[in-house]
């Protein structure tokens, strides 16, 4: 089980969206870095992600990892965001044989596991289908 | 820089080998290199290992498996990247001797995979994607291949069958392999009708979970002469990275590591794709097989499913890929993959793989990769 | 100083469980829970909606009306009788997930389902204090029935929440009367390590819900010198459709005046995001000059009234995020007995 740090660390990320844009050429990472992989700045200006977007791929997860056996079957995608930046999450409230690439979707805080029994409740983001 | 050749193999039955310990598999497979090398020292070791400490609780495997090799005190170096693991572990080696630091030098891999339940299993495999940002919200690694497969589909029209099609290719060249895991021949029809694991990918798209090692042994090709034994040699070893997390590549549906380090490759040998006799891929889901002949330039981009399908990468088609039944149907103790393939590649140019050997081979290439192609190791092998 | 609500929002999940899927489990009959409770079918959180998300979300859809910076937030509160966990506050996620931190006051408030009015009745009076700026009270709940119980057939997922402000030019609803009413009434408990709550059978209708809320209404409306005729809206806690229908009867309300902010019969019983939600489903409709009586219950027991005169802000603010009652209606997802058994935790994977 890990300790409560490793996900409180990433708070501004999973609660808020912070990402960091290059002072220089303007491009977005999410989670922020240090250094632009495009142009080697080291200046950037913290931004937050557009909060909805399009599903580019998807799948339906059967197998689940230890931990979120109790939520399979579940869709997981990468979302191309209205701003460009592209996140791995997951798709809920949807019907999963429904499911479309290039299918809206917006951005819902939700509940993403919890450490076992007794530990820490793990929030952050997932993505709805837009009606 | 000196030549290197490639003089001994040596592999276990692979499988669900519950009665053997990691340690016990490894050892197996090394002494069987060093056998089959007709050396009697070894000046270094590597080992391929991507996870022993969640799969079977023990790190410091340089040290405890140079312990079991009994060889004295040499140097024993693990070394890591995810399921490329074996292929960085032959490459350091090579490097080694290469740059004449060593003169005989074991590269191993090794992964013992089934002391933990399914859940572990698929959680320990995961630790290869990024775990903050891709791993946090779920995505397995069948997960993370079946989107580039839906992104590959979308793209270029790629089929359910052409997927199913690589793997019962596999499966034909896995029964002509008695080390190979799975003896036993699946259909397209079969594959497409397996369980679900990650839509659009059943059971039978993926490598499954096995316990396995390899290892071979490296020398100078001067020593190789002078020993007189049969020897393959070294033509090129290329390395690259890309993002780890797959949301961050510019195409979903190509693999950009592949393909720079493939360049790299043939540069180094004075190849191109055409030149191939065969190769042996990292085909974990079928999906990868395709994608990845597409990044060598066996085929173009989108091209790769139809020409599965219609025979071209068979055993006995134009470019033969997998012979020794890859990852599908051989097995995938992770970190033992890429040095297997380094074992087919021996015995195809030595002219001893038996029943699956290809007709008069002269260059052979190993494309070993991690996570969803983060890490890639390309190697190219000529005949002696 | 007048003070009032500058934003509010609700949020509602999308699954649902009908009565009669329920009933067909335990051998109940459904059409007695039907005519009897006027309850036909129930919201039910998916494994990964909880208070605190429910709440989150809310909360978005108030800030999405009241568009001020969250930093000037003050004070924060949610009430609810399902808080993920027994010690950690829920507030705190809420607070940095919508940017309303360091500088704030939060609270987790506990009074069965009059807790969310009772959030937003502290956060109101911080305002109307000149404590803070801007506070928001936000009831929310993921309530648990026990399986077979009668509480299964209501017991549902929901919140809304409320910020208020003391900008005349910026409040859609001023609060023009607050009164409480408390006893200790045990109709209704949960102990400590207890995964369900109990409740009174018969023992949590005349003496509890019908005598806390008919006193309470009646009392608040003699404090602000009113009838139900000056009211164009009225909500009152619906632990089932019944309840609040027969109250505002026996109040002399019509059911035009009551009906829009009656969500039971299809939603449930949303337990502290109950009146809340209520409340916000009738501003998302109220036009300027309205006048709304709410009034909460809680067991245990004590009821929370509110007058509130709408303003011509409200027109402005109700187009700005998505209504209550049209996220009832968004295609709905029924659920089998045994997905909904799944989702609310009564089964689980035997691996896990
Ligand atoms: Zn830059």
Same mark, same amino acid.
């Given at each position: 089980?890990?300790?409560?740090?490793?996900?409180?660390?990433?708070?501004?990320?999973?609660?808020?969206?912070?990402?960091?844009?290059?002072?220089?050429?303007?491009?977005?990472?999410?989670?922020?870095?240090?250094?632009?992989?495009?142009?080697?700045?080291?200046?950037?200006?913290?931004?937050?992600?557009?909060?909805?977007?399009?599903?580019?791929?998807?799948?339906?997860?059967?197998?689940?990892?230890?931990?979120?056996?109790?939520?399979?079957?579940?869709?997981?995608?990468?979302?191309?965001?209205?701003?460009?930046?592209?996140?791995?999450?997951?798709?809920?409230?949807?019907?999963?044989?429904?499911?479309?690439?290039?299918?809206?979707?917006?951005?819902?805080?939700?509940?993403?596991?919890?450490?076992?029994?007794?530990?820490?409740?793990?929030?952050?983001?997932?993505?709805?289908?837009?009606? | 820089?000196?030549?290197?050749?490639?003089?001994?193999?040596?592999?276990?039955?692979?499988?669900?080998?519950?009665?053997?310990?990691?340690?016990?598999?490894?050892?197996?497979?090394?002494?069987?290199?060093?056998?089959?090398?007709?050396?009697?020292?070894?000046?270094?070791?590597?080992?391929?290992?991507?996870?022993?400490?969640?799969?079977?609780?023990?790190?410091?495997?340089?040290?405890?498996?140079?312990?079991?090799?009994?060889?004295?005190?040499?140097?024993?170096?693990?070394?890591?990247?995810?399921?490329?693991?074996?292929?960085?572990?032959?490459?350091?080696?090579?490097?080694?001797?290469?740059?004449?630091?060593?003169?005989?030098?074991?590269?191993?891999?090794?992964?013992?995979?089934?002391?933990?339940?399914?859940?572990?299993?698929?959680?320990?495999?995961?630790?290869?994607?990024?775990?903050?940002?891709?791993?946090?919200?779920?995505?397995?690694?069948?997960?993370?291949?079946?989107?580039?497969?839906?992104?590959?589909?979308?793209?270029?029209?790629?089929?359910?069958?052409?997927?199913?099609?690589?793997?019962?290719?596999?499966?034909?060249?896995?029964?002509?392999?008695?080390?190979?895991?799975?003896?036993?021949?699946?259909?397209?029809?079969?594959?497409?009708?397996?369980?679900?694991?990650?839509?659009?990918?059943?059971?039978?798209?993926?490598?499954?979970?096995?316990?396995?090692?390899?290892?071979?042994?490296?020398?100078?090709?001067?020593?190789?002469?002078?020993?007189?034994?049969?020897?393959?040699?070294?033509?090129?070893?290329?390395?690259?990275?890309?993002?780890?997390?797959?949301?961050?590549?510019?195409?979903?549906?190509?693999?950009?590591?592949?393909?720079?380090?493939?360049?790299?490759?043939?540069?180094?040998?004075?190849?191109?794709?055409?030149?191939?006799?065969?190769?042996?891929?990292?085909?974990?889901?079928?999906?990868?097989?395709?994608?990845?002949?597409?990044?060598?330039?066996?085929?173009?981009?989108?091209?790769?499913?139809?020409?599965?399908?219609?025979?071209?990468?068979?055993?006995?088609?134009?470019?033969?890929?997998?012979?020794?039944?890859?990852?599908?149907?051989?097995?995938?103790?992770?970190?033992?993959?890429?040095?297997?393939?380094?074992?087919?590649?021996?015995?195809?140019?030595?002219?001893?793989?038996?029943?699956?050997?290809?007709?008069?081979?002269?260059?052979?290439?190993?494309?070993?990769?991690?996570?969803?192609?983060?890490?890639?190791?390309?190697?190219?092998?000529?005949?002696? | 100083?007048?003070?009032?609500?500058?934003?509010?929002?609700?949020?509602?999940?999308?699954?649902?469980?009908?009565?009669?899927?329920?009933?067909?489990?335990?051998?109940?009959?459904?059409?007695?829970?039907?005519?009897?409770?006027?309850?036909?079918?129930?919201?039910?959180?998916?494994?990964?909606?909880?208070?605190?998300?429910?709440?989150?979300?809310?909360?978005?859809?108030?800030?999405?009306?009241?568009?001020?910076?969250?930093?000037?937030?003050?004070?924060?509160?949610?009430?609810?009788?399902?808080?993920?966990?027994?010690?950690?506050?829920?507030?705190?996620?809420?607070?940095?997930?919508?940017?309303?931190?360091?500088?704030?006051?939060?609270?987790?408030?506990?009074?069965?389902?009059?807790?969310?009015?009772?959030?937003?009745?502290?956060?109101?009076?911080?305002?109307?204090?000149?404590?803070?700026?801007?506070?928001?009270?936000?009831?929310?709940?993921?309530?648990?029935?026990?399986?077979?119980?009668?509480?299964?057939?209501?017991?549902?997922?929901?919140?809304?929440?409320?910020?208020?402000?003391?900008?005349?030019?910026?409040?859609?609803?001023?609060?023009?009367?607050?009164?409480?009413?408390?006893?200790?009434?045990?109709?209704?408990?949960?102990?400590?390590?207890?995964?369900?709550?109990?409740?009174?059978?018969?023992?949590?209708?005349?003496?509890?819900?019908?005598?806390?809320?008919?006193?309470?209404?009646?009392?608040?409306?003699?404090?602000?010198?009113?009838?139900?005729?000056?009211?164009?809206?009225?909500?009152?806690?619906?632990?089932?459709?019944?309840?609040?229908?027969?109250?505002?009867?026996?109040?002399?309300?019509?059911?035009?005046?009551?009906?829009?902010?009656?969500?039971?019969?299809?939603?449930?019983?949303?337990?502290?995001?109950?009146?809340?939600?209520?409340?916000?489903?009738?501003?998302?409709?109220?036009?300027?000059? @309205? +006048?709304?009586?709410?009034?909460? =219950? #809680?067991?245990? %027991?004590?009821?929370? $009234?509110?007058?509130?005169? &709408? /303003?011509?802000?409200?027109?402005?603010?109700?187009?700005?995020?998505?209504?209550?009652?049209?996220?009832?209606? @968004? +295609?709905?997802?029924?659920?089998? =007995? #045994?997905?909904? %058994?799944?989702?609310? $935790?009564?089964?689980?994977? &035997? /691996?896990?």
């Amino acid at each position: 089980m890990l300790g409560p740090a490793r996900y409180w660390r990433e708070v501004p990320q999973r609660y808020r969206y912070e990402a960091a844009k290059c002072a220089k050429c303007g491009k977005v990472f999410f989670p922020p870095r240090l250094v632009c992989n495009k142009c080697h700045s080291k200046e950037f200006t913290q931004t937050t992600l557009a909060q909805t977007g399009s599903i580019e791929t998807f799948t339906v997860i059967r197998v689940a990892p230890t931990g979120f056996g109790d939520e399979a079957p579940y869709a997981v995608g990468i979302i191309k965001l209205d701003d460009g930046v592209r996140i791995t999450a997951q798709i809920t409230d949807c019907e999963l044989d429904k499911l479309d690439i290039g299918q809206k979707v917006r951005l819902e805080f939700r509940r993403l596991g919890k450490e076992g029994e007794s530990g820490i409740l793990r929030y952050g983001y997932k993505f709805v289908p837009v009606a | 820089m000196r030549d290197v050749a490639v003089i001994g193999v040596g592999m276990n039955h692979w499988g669900e080998l519950w009665e053997k310990s990691l340690r016990n598999l490894w050892t197996e497979a090394a002494l069987e290199a060093v056998e089959h090398a007709g050396v009697d020292r070894v000046d270094a070791m590597t080992v391929g290992c991507m996870s022993s400490g969640l799969f079977v609780g023990q790190e410091h495997l340089g040290a405890m498996l140079a312990d079991q090799l009994g060889m004295g005190p040499i140097p024993g170096t693990r070394v890591e990247s995810a399921c490329a693991s074996g292929g960085l572990a032959f490459r350091q080696a090579y490097l080694a001797v290469a740059s004449g630091v060593s003169d005989i030098v074991l590269a191993t891999g090794v992964e013992k995979m089934t002391d933990v339940d399914g859940g572990a299993a698929t959680y320990a495999l995961s630790a290869a994607a990024d775990q903050e940002y891709e791993g946090y919200h779920g995505i397995t690694f069948p997960g993370l291949y079946a989107m580039m497969a839906r992104a590959h589909m979308k793209a270029f029209g790629t089929t359910r069958r052409q997927l199913a099609c690589v793997a019962a290719k596999n499966h034909d060249n896995g029964l002509l392999n008695p080390l190979a895991q799975y003896q036993m021949k699946v259909t397209p029809e079969g594959v497409m009708a397996s369980v679900p694991v990650a839509d659009p990918l059943g059971v039978l798209d993926c490598s499954p979970i096995t316990d396995g090692a390899a290892a071979v042994v490296l020398v100078p090709v001067e020593l190789a002469k002078k020993m007189g034994r049969p020897y393959i040699r070294v033509a090129a070893s290329a390395q690259t990275t890309d993002t780890l997390a797959l949301h961050d590549r510019e195409e979903l549906h190509s693999l950009a590591g592949t393909a720079k380090a493939a360049a790299m490759a043939y540069k180094e040998a004075g190849i191109g794709p055409k030149d191939l006799s065969f190769a042996e891929v990292h085909d974990c889901f079928t999906i990868a097989e395709i994608m990845v002949t597409e990044g060598l330039g066996l085929f173009e981009k989108g091209k790769g499913g139809p020409a599965a399908e219609a025979g071209v990468t068979a055993l006995g088609g134009k470019i033969p890929i997998n012979t020794s039944g890859g990852l599908k149907s051989k097995g995938h103790p992770v970190g033992a993959t890429g040095i297997a393939q380094v074992r087919e590649v021996f015995l195809q140019l030595t002219g001893q793989a038996d029943k699956r050997q290809v007709k008069n081979p002269r260059w052979g290439l190993t494309q070993n990769m991690g996570g969803t192609g983060a890490s890639t190791l390309i190697h190219i092998f000529e005949r002696a | 100083m007048d003070v009032g609500i500058v934003g509010w929002g609700a949020y509602v999940p999308r699954h649902r469980i009908k009565v009669e899927e329920i009933a067909k489990v335990w051998g109940s009959d459904a059409e007695a829970y039907k005519k009897g409770l006027m309850l036909r079918e129930k919201s039910v959180p998916t494994p990964d909606q909880d208070t605190i998300t429910i709440s989150v979300e809310a909360a978005r859809n108030a800030l999405r009306r009241a568009k001020i910076d969250p930093q000037k937030i003050g004070a924060l509160y949610i009430g609810s009788e399902s808080h993920p966990y027994a010690v950690k506050p829920s507030g705190t996620v809420v607070a940095e997930a919508i940017g309303a931190f360091p500088s704030i006051h939060v609270a987790d408030f506990e009074f069965a389902c009059k807790a969310g009015s009772e959030g937003m009745f502290v956060a109101l009076s911080l305002v109307k204090a000149g404590q803070v700026e801007y506070a928001m009270g936000i009831g929310a709940d993921t309530s648990q029935g026990a399986p077979g119980d009668a509480l299964e057939f209501s017991a549902a997922a929901g919140g809304a929440a409320f910020l208020f402000g003391g900008k005349p030019e910026e409040i859609a609803a001023v609060c023009e009367h607050t009164y409480s009413f408390t006893t200790d009434t045990p109709d209704f408990w949960r102990r400590e390590y207890q995964f369900y709550p109990r409740h009174a059978g018969r023992f949590t209708g005349e003496p509890a819900y019908f005598k806390h809320v008919l006193s309470c209404a009646k009392r608040t409306m003699e404090i602000a010198n009113l009838t139900p005729k000056d009211f164009q809206w009225a909500v009152f806690h619906q632990p089932n459709g019944k309840f609040p229908a027969r109250a505002a009867t026996e109040l002399g309300f019509q059911k035009s005046q009551w009906e829009q902010g009656w969500l039971a019969p299809t939603l449930g019983n949303t337990y502290s995001g109950a009146s809340p939600m209520g409340l916000s489903a009738i501003l998302d409709v109220a036009k300027p000059g @309205d +006048r709304i009586l709410m009034v909460s =219950y #809680g067991s245990g %027991a004590g009821s929370d $009234g509110f007058v509130w005169r &709408v /303003t011509d802000q409200v027109t402005k603010l109700q187009p700005l995020a998505r209504h209550t009652r049209a996220q009832l209606e @968004d +295609r709905p997802i029924y659920l089998d =007995y #045994g997905t909904y %058994a799944k989702f609310r $935790g009564k089964i689980h994977k &035997v /691996t896990e």
